[in-house]
């Protein structure tokens, strides 16, 4: 929808106050990377930061009576193209082709010869094994438990392209079948048992964790093949704070915008495991640069899946520790029956447990507190909101047909929740700000897209604008509520600074 300042009440006013732009704004990417010589791996326990987030308040909250706005971006409020975050689909619209390919450089593990099994674990969530194919790439295998075939490996690829698509650095995931012949077992193989201890690999050890590894009727193993990512692994970020052996990251990361909006991404795709220890921090060279590079990773426990079972219907709706819902139950009696128990989800074991009716944007919950998602505003929720929009029904559906779920039923069901999910998230945070996007000046009139009544989430509305000059124009945009504001500056027609109040 296009709207003329023609049509709008115009009321001339005095300057709105002094706003200081430089002449390469808005700039697009961040300023090239302090090179990095060496940084040190970093551990982080999932029971320290599970502890940490649930009785303590790490990072800086949002204080009371005013606000911290998000950083990390330029002067129209977008993200810049770095180290942790490129725009794609929201920014420029991708080919369908550019979606589904998403990270893949068209490298699956080669099946000219046998994979060499490297090491394998039986330790942690998910079992798996590490190999080398014959052009001596390595690759993670995942697999899906045997209550739930496709489950975890769909979501890990299906995550991984909506996830890059949205602008976050992911690796590259791709779904194989193979028998047992396919794997060798060599002298330098390594197996890590259930209590950490490691020795040499037998070939009973790989058969062992194949056990529990469903197989297709022509008796081939299905798994994720995860191809490693370049550079140094340094071990993941955290949701607050910096790295100090970093000196490129100067944002508190719980102020930084993409993580901030990274909630909203969560709440739609399902992915209340979003926490530090599914993130990757990488020292890589790229074009003579020597930087930290900052990943998303493991998308296996999003879309109903929880990697080795379904989700349980409490999650996204309660913490691992939430304290008031435990009171409530055991002041009633247990007689108390909270609206998400009373969902419903289709006998699909392909997809776990994945729904759109009780879905609530707002009230989703990732396992335990993050502080980038806690000190997200409204202008952080309306930048995401902006970006799930973007995808039409047929894009989600083409990227949901990237599991190759067996049974079109779920192929269906997951692309109808992501479908009235991601409208109910477009409703939502619309009406948090005055949502309007392509502000711009056209033969001295000024025209924007309203993206709620562009969506259908709200009637035609009438806007006043009020101009004031400076060194800068800028335009005061208001619709009904006066509370919602939208301040564009514009040096002569070039729109340079924009300001959601």
Not at 208 to 223: C, H
Not at 291 to 312: E, P, Q, R, V, W
Not at 492 to 497: C, I, K, M, S
């Amino acid at each position: 929808m296009v709207i003329r300042n023609l049509a709008l009440v115009l009321v001339l006013v005095l300057p709105l106050g002094a706003q200081k732009f430089y002449r390469d704004d808005p700039i697009w990417k961040e300023p090239r990377p302090v090179r990095v010589e060496k940084a040190h791996f970093r551990k982080l326990s999932d029971y320290y930061d599970f502890f940490l987030n649930t009785f303590s308040r790490p990072g800086e909250e949002q204080p009371k009576g005013r606000r911290i706005p998000a950083q990390g971006v330029n002067t129209l409020g977008e993200v810049l193209d770095g180290a942790w975050y490129v725009n794609r689909h929201g920014r420029a619209r991708l080919s369908l082709e550019e979606l589904l390919r998403g990270p893949e450089t068209g490298n699956p593990p080669s099946t000219a010869g046998p994979w060499k099994v490297l090491k394998a674990k039986t330790e942690g969530i998910t079992p798996g094994l590490v190999i080398e194919d014959p052009r001596g790439q390595r690759y993670w295998l995942k697999f899906d438990p045997l209550t739930n075939p496709e489950m975890a490996t769909a979501a890990d690829v299906i995550g991984m392209t909506f996830f890059h698509a949205l602008g976050y650095h992911v690796p590259e995931y791709y779904l194989v079948r193979f028998d047992r012949r396919q794997l060798l077992i060599t002298p330098k193989s390594t197996f890590t048992d259930a209590l950490g201890k490691r020795r040499a690999m037998s070939a009973r050890d790989v058969d062992e964790v194949l056990l529990d590894v469903p197989r297709d009727k022509e008796g081939r193993y299905r798994a994720v093949a995860s191809r490693a990512v370049p550079g140094q692994e340094l071990g993941p970020f955290r949701y607050h704070g910096t790295r100090s052996d970093d000196p490129n990251d100067v944002v508190p990361h719980e102020h930084r915008r993409d993580l901030r909006g990274l909630y909203v991404f969560c709440a739609w795709l399902g992915h209340d495991d979003s926490r530090a220890i599914n993130t990757y921090d990488s020292l890589v060279e790229e074009n003579g640069l020597r930087y930290i590079k900052h990943y998303l990773m493991d998308f296996g426990s999003i879309l109903g899946s929880a990697s080795t079972k379904s989700n349980s219907a409490r999650s996204g709706n309660e913490r691992l520790f939430a304290a008031k819902p435990a009171a409530i139950e055991f002041l009633t009696l247990g007689l108390y029956v909270p609206r998400w128990a009373r969902a419903e989800f289709p006998d699909l074991p392909s997809l776990g447990r994945l729904e759109h009716e009780i879905f609530d944007p707002e009230k989703y919950k990732t396992e335990y507190r993050n502080p980038a998602f806690e000190n997200r505003l409204p202008d952080d929720s309306f930048w995401a909101a902006r970006q799930v929009m973007a995808f039409t029904d047929d894009e989600i559906r083409a990227i949901v047909r990237k599991g190759q779920y067996s049974d079109p039923r779920a192929a269906d069901w997951l692309a109808t929740c992501l479908i009235k999910r991601r409208d109910k998230i477009g409703r939502t945070y619309f009406a948090k700000v005055l949502p309007l996007a392509r502000i711009r000046l056209r033969d001295e009139r000024l025209e924007f897209d309203d993206l709620a009544v562009k969506y259908g989430f709200h009637p035609p509305r009438q806007y006043t604008i009020q101009w004031s000059r400076s060194e800068y124009r800028a335009a005061e945009i208001r619709a009904e509520d006066q509370k919602q504001t939208v301040v564009a500056w514009f040096r002569g027609r070039e729109l340079v600074g924009l300001e959601f109040r």
